[in-house]
Nanobody
Framework: QVQLVESGGGLVQPGGSLTLSCAASGFTLEYYAIGWFRQAPGKEREGVSCISSTDGSIYYTDSVKGRFTISRDNAKNTVYLQMNSLKPEDTAIYYC???????????????????WGQGTQVTVSS
């Protein structure tokens, strides 16, 4: 069955780093755009980053630019989100999601994504 599984979340202090993984099964991740989303308590889900399937486009929401890096390892059918210089406001459940297309500069929108993982908790606190 089609599945995405996030891992790598945890508790870190402000300024610390985490790498999240999104492993796909039941489909070939290489042919999908992969987005990372996050949702904090009382907040709306927001798109964090996206990496395209074919056109090479990568996008980040403004609040994480310069701190987060998205990447693919097609041999492992996995997408990563390297998170550096973490801030308390980065605390959220992080989800990966896939859709059959590319990423677009207009934004990273939940409704465009077909497959979703269950999420992994990231907590940034001293």
């Amino acid at each position: 069955q089609v599945q995405l599984v996030e891992s790598g979340g945890g508790l870190v202090q402000p300024g610390g780093s985490l790498t999240l993984s999104c492993a796909a099964s039941g489909f070939t991740l290489e042919y999908y755009a992969i987005g990372w989303f996050r949702q904090a308590p009382g907040k709306e889900r927001e798109g964090v980053s996206c990496i395209s399937s074919t056109d090479g486009s990568i996008y980040y929401t403004d609040s994480v630019k310069g701190r987060f890096t998205i990447s693919r390892d097609n041999a492992k059918n996995t997408v990563y989100l390297q998170m550096n210089s973490l801030k308390p406001e980065d605390t959220a459940i992080y989800y990966c999601a896939a859709h059959g297309g590319n990423c677009y500069s207009r934004g990273i929108y939940s409704y465009e994504y077909t497959y979703w993982g269950q999420g992994t908790q990231v907590t940034v606190s001293s």
